[in-house]
């Protein structure tokens, strides 16, 4: 798809390695890895619970009704929220973890057969986001895969190793695809729309990409950001914490960050750029950030669900006519990724702010 090719990089070291070797060492952190001001400006909250909905009470008749207000209060006040009972097996749960950190345990030469090529854009292992040589660098590297429609995929960028990779990525983004399917389906009746089928369509063929992220461990963690600031520009994303180890951050309308603290085995689902749009600024898509831990390594894989190519990303009409008009300018769904893929992520001003009306 076009929009992945678009999210070409500059070349930049290998983070994972680098920190093999300097966390060792007593050198201070790589210049064009500090950001201290950024990291310190702004106060952190700890251990204040994300909402969470329960997938398993949105399908049942007898509490859909009392889960879809939680689940609308979520998208809107936080654009962020806990998924439990999401029905996606245990055992596959731990594949898809087991896998992943598999791959990232490959030697570096080894991880290299599916890096990034000039051509492919984003796809393949590597880095994004890197448009000058000034540029400060983030503390993380990423292997970022087209999964659907299943003609989209390329398999030179897919792990063969560990042997079992493809097979299990497979079947998670078939499960992903299922939940984020209900998902939409509960928003649509949220959004009160009597035809939901105007929201389905714009997702139509379910494209869905991962990008999962290697975020080393870094001895002089309050210097460096493992992601920089951002909102997502998909729809729908759908966050698996692969270990243990949290970082996650998003923003609250009073300027600070919460540090995100996911109950066990639940899914991070927020709301992309997309369907803030589409929802005509009633649902949120919230600015997030993630920050590296001092002596573990952290490992998160994030589905994202994007909309159908060649539709028009704006505000349902629906929806629109009900808020007496539309809040956001209508844009191609392609001139809206190059522009996203052209930007440094540098917040929700640079990208989303720039189609409200
Ligand atoms: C992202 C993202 C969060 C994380 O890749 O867009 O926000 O915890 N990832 O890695
Ligand atoms: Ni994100």
Same mark, same amino acid.
């Given at each position: 798809?076009?929009?992945?090719?678009?999210?070409?990089?500059?070349?930049?070291?290998?983070?994972?390695?680098?920190?093999?070797?300097?966390?060792?060492?007593?050198?201070?952190?790589?210049?064009?890895?500090?950001r201290t001001e950024?990291?310190?400006?702004?106060?952190? @909250?700890?251990? +204040?619970? =994300?909402?969470?909905?329960?997938?398993?009470?949105? $399908?049942?008749?007898?509490? %859909?009704?009392?889960?879809?207000?939680?689940?609308?209060?979520?998208?809107?006040?936080?654009?962020f929220f806990q998924?439990?009972?999401?029905?996606?097996?245990?055992?596959?749960?731990?594949?898809?973890?087991?896998?992943?950190?598999?791959?990232?345990?490959?030697?570096?030469?080894?991880?290299?057969?599916?890096?990034?090529?000039?051509?492919?854009?984003?796809e393949g292992y590597?880095?994004?986001?890197?448009?000058?040589?000034?540029?400060?660098?983030?503390?993380?590297?990423?292997?970022?895969?087209?999964?659907?429609?299943?003609?989209?995929?390329?398999?030179?960028?897919?792990?063969?190793?560990?042997?079992?990779?493809?097979?299990?990525?497979?079947?998670?983004?078939?499960?992903?695809?299922? @939940?984020?399917? +209900?998902? =939409?389906?509960?928003?649509?009746?949220?959004?009160? $729309?009597?035809?939901?089928? %105007?929201?389905?369509?714009?997702?139509?063929?379910?494209?869905?990409?991962?990008?999962?992220?290697?975020?080393?461990?870094?001895?002089?963690?309050?210097?460096?950001?493992?992601?920089?600031?951002?909102?997502?520009?998909?729809?729908?994303?759908?966050?698996?914490?692969?270990?243990?180890?949290?970082?996650?951050?998003?923003?609250?309308?009073?300027?600070?960050?919460?540090?995100?603290?996911?109950?066990?085995?639940?899914?991070?689902?927020?709301?992309?750029?997309?369907?803030?749009?589409?929802?005509?600024?009633?649902?949120?898509?919230?600015?997030?950030?993630?920050?590296?831990?001092?002596?573990?390594?952290?490992?998160?894989?994030?589905?994202?669900?994007?909309?159908?190519?060649?539709?028009? @990303?704006?505000?349902?009409?629906?929806?629109?006519?009900?808020?007496?008009?539309?809040?956001?300018?209508?844009? %191609?769904?392609?001139?809206?990724?190059?522009?996203?893929?052209?930007?440094?992520?540098?917040?929700?001003?640079?990208?989303?702010?720039?189609?409200?009306?």
């Amino acid at each position: 798809m076009a929009h992945a090719k678009t999210g070409r990089s500059l070349p930049v070291p290998n983070v994972q390695a680098l920190a093999q070797t300097w966390n060792g060492s007593t050198e201070e952190v790589p210049e064009r890895f500090v950001r201290t001001e950024e990291v310190c400006a702004e106060e952190v @909250v700890a251990g +204040c619970a =994300l909402p969470v909905v329960d997938l398993g009470r949105l $399908l049942d008749p007898r509490t %859909s009704e009392e889960e879809i207000a939680n689940l609308g209060s979520a998208c809107q006040q936080w654009g962020f929220f806990q998924l439990i009972n999401h029905g996606v097996p245990d055992e596959l749960i731990l594949d898809v973890r087991r896998d992943i950190a598999e791959f990232f345990k490959l030697p570096l030469e080894a991880k290299k057969a599916y890096a990034q090529l000039p051509e492919s854009g984003l796809e393949g292992y590597g880095q994004a986001f890197v448009f000058s040589e000034t540029q400060k660098l983030d503390w993380s590297d990423m292997i970022y895969l087209m999964l659907r429609p299943k003609e989209s995929r390329d398999m030179r960028f897919w792990p063969a190793q560990p042997p079992s990779f493809r097979s299990t990525v497979d079947r998670y983004s078939a499960e992903a695809a299922r @939940v984020v399917s +209900c998902l =939409l389906r509960f928003m649509a009746a949220d959004m009160g $729309l009597e035809q939901p089928e %105007s929201l389905f369509q714009v997702f139509r063929g379910q494209p869905q990409t991962m990008k999962v992220t290697y975020y080393p461990p870094c001895t002089q963690a309050g210097k460096v950001l493992g992601l920089s600031p951002h909102t997502d520009a998909c729809g729908l994303t759908l966050l698996l914490h692969v270990n243990d180890v949290h970082g996650l951050q998003m923003r609250t309308d009073d300027g600070k960050w919460l540090a995100v603290e996911p109950l066990d085995g639940a899914f991070i689902v927020n709301i992309g750029d997309i369907l803030e749009i589409l929802s005509n600024g009633r649902y949120r898509s919230a600015e997030h950030r993630v920050v590296v831990h001092p002596n573990k390594e952290r490992i998160a894989a994030a589905m994202f669900h994007q909309v159908c190519p060649d539709t028009t @990303v704006g505000p349902l009409p629906e929806v629109a006519k009900g808020d007496a008009g539309p809040r956001f300018k209508s844009v %191609s769904h392609s001139d809206f990724m190059k522009r996203f893929f052209s930007t440094k992520l540098d917040g929700r001003r640079s990208h989303l702010d720039h189609y409200r009306i």
